[in-house]
């Protein structure tokens, strides 16, 4: 049996680890590059969503001071109840002004007895802070440490500027407000606009309103997710394969609605009809949308009910 020649293996081995120190370098470099790529065009995509929620919001807070003159604590208590609430109140405020006989709007929008009044507050500025951003800004989560599969060399794209010159470019960076910022607990507003006044009494056994009335709430509710779905002759959904879950939900949301509507008659003992049914619908699809932005998933523009409706 001949002889080990260890000279001849060595060399060989010092080849072969320098092959594999130099594909796992390029492995590491690729994975790098990847990843900052990933992240530079998730934060191009991050800055004009971020921007678009500032304008929208300061659009929506200058045209709520301007037209209906609220102050800007006012405002801010609507801006809180989202983009259907803004939607809710610009179009009930004339009539509800009207039917109550107040002097401007802002007798519409009531803060809490207990409230402070708050000085100095500008919603604008608020806004500017990034208050209402739900958008949830990019991270980079390129691989940290990674080393070749040899000598345990780190690979690396060099110091973090090119992070850092990525998130100063394209990533803004909500900034605190300065100052007191006004709380909407306990506030409330008032949108009545027409009562129709006389004692509540149920629908009899055999009525069909009870059916009709659902159904009202029902086309409200998809209309405010924006899906599509065809109707047979009799008005009713067909709904199709794999919309099971949005079926229940809607199914469920639909008797939460004239569950609520049914219990204001009863509360304000009027008679039936007193309070639209509409509005039933467009309340609980505001709940439903406030739950879902709040929990931190969803932004409004991707929550179950995003669609504004208008006012019957």
């Given at each position: 049996m001949p002889a080990l020649d260890f000279r001849a293996f060595a060399a060989g081995f010092a080849t072969q680890a320098q092959k594999i120190e130099e594909e796992s370098a390029k492995i590491g470099m690729d994975l790098l590059k990847k990843a900052m790529e990933d992240f530079r065009e998730e934060a191009k995509d991050y800055k004009p969503k971020y921007e678009e929620e500032i304008r929208n919001k300061k659009e929506q807070a200058t045209y709520l001071r301007s037209t209906f003159g609220l102050s800007d604590t006012q405002v801010k208590v609507?801006?809180?109840?989202?983009?259907?609430?803004?939607?809710?109140?610009?179009?009930?405020?004339?009539?509800?002004?009207?039917?109550?006989?107040?002097?401007?709007?802002?007798?519409?929008?009531?803060?809490?007895?207990?409230?402070?009044p708050i000085t100095g507050f500008d919603v604008i500025d608020y806004i500017d802070s990034g208050a209402y951003v739900k958008t949830k800004a990019p991270v980079y989560v390129g691989p940290e440490g990674?080393?070749?599969?040899?000598f345990g060399r780190e690979?690396?794209?060099?110091?973090?500027?090119?992070?850092?010159?990525?998130?100063?470019?394209?990533?803004?960076?909500?900034?605190?407000?300065?100052?007191?910022?006004?709380?909407?607990?306990?506030?409330?507003?008032?949108?009545?606009?027409?009562?129709?006044r006389g004692a509540y009494e149920p629908f009899p056994p055999t009525s069909a309103q009870p059916r009709s009335i659902r159904k009202e709430i029902e086309t409200a509710l998809v209309k405010a997710t924006g899906i599509r779905v065809d109707q047979n002759s009799a008005g009713d959904y067909l709904w199709g394969e794999g919309q099971a879950d949005v079926k229940a939900r809607i199914a469920r949301d639909t008797e939460n609605a004239?569950?609520?509507?049914?219990?204001l008659h009863k509360d304000a003992n009027v008679s039936l009809g007193t309070f639209p049914a509409y509005d039933s619908a467009v309340d609980v699809a505001l709940k439903e949308m406030d739950k879902e932005v709040q929990s931190g998933n969803v932004t409004a523009d991707n929550a179950f009910y995003n669609k504004p409706l208008p006012c019957k």
């Amino acid at each position: 049996m001949p002889a080990l020649d260890f000279r001849a293996f060595a060399a060989g081995f010092a080849t072969q680890a320098q092959k594999i120190e130099e594909e796992s370098a390029k492995i590491g470099m690729d994975l790098l590059k990847k990843a900052m790529e990933d992240f530079r065009e998730e934060a191009k995509d991050y800055k004009p969503k971020y921007e678009e929620e500032i304008r929208n919001k300061k659009e929506q807070a200058t045209y709520l001071r301007s037209t209906f003159g609220l102050s800007d604590t006012q405002v801010k208590v609507l801006l809180d109840r989202g983009d259907l609430g803004v939607k809710d109140f610009v179009t009930k405020a004339e009539k509800a002004k009207n039917f109550q006989q107040l002097e401007d709007y802002k007798g519409l929008v009531k803060l809490a007895e207990a409230q402070e009044p708050i000085t100095g507050f500008d919603v604008i500025d608020y806004i500017d802070s990034g208050a209402y951003v739900k958008t949830k800004a990019p991270v980079y989560v390129g691989p940290e440490g990674f080393k070749t599969g040899v000598f345990g060399r780190e690979v690396s794209l060099g110091d973090k500027s090119t992070v850092e010159a990525t998130k100063s470019a394209y990533i803004p960076e909500k900034g605190g407000y300065e100052g007191d910022v006004p709380s909407s607990m306990g506030a409330t507003v008032d949108l009545t606009s027409e009562l129709k006044r006389g004692a509540y009494e149920p629908f009899p056994p055999t009525s069909a309103q009870p059916r009709s009335i659902r159904k009202e709430i029902e086309t409200a509710l998809v209309k405010a997710t924006g899906i599509r779905v065809d109707q047979n002759s009799a008005g009713d959904y067909l709904w199709g394969e794999g919309q099971a879950d949005v079926k229940a939900r809607i199914a469920r949301d639909t008797e939460n609605a004239y569950r609520s509507w049914e219990n204001l008659h009863k509360d304000a003992n009027v008679s039936l009809g007193t309070f639209p049914a509409y509005d039933s619908a467009v309340d609980v699809a505001l709940k439903e949308m406030d739950k879902e932005v709040q929990s931190g998933n969803v932004t409004a523009d991707n929550a179950f009910y995003n669609k504004p409706l208008p006012c019957k």
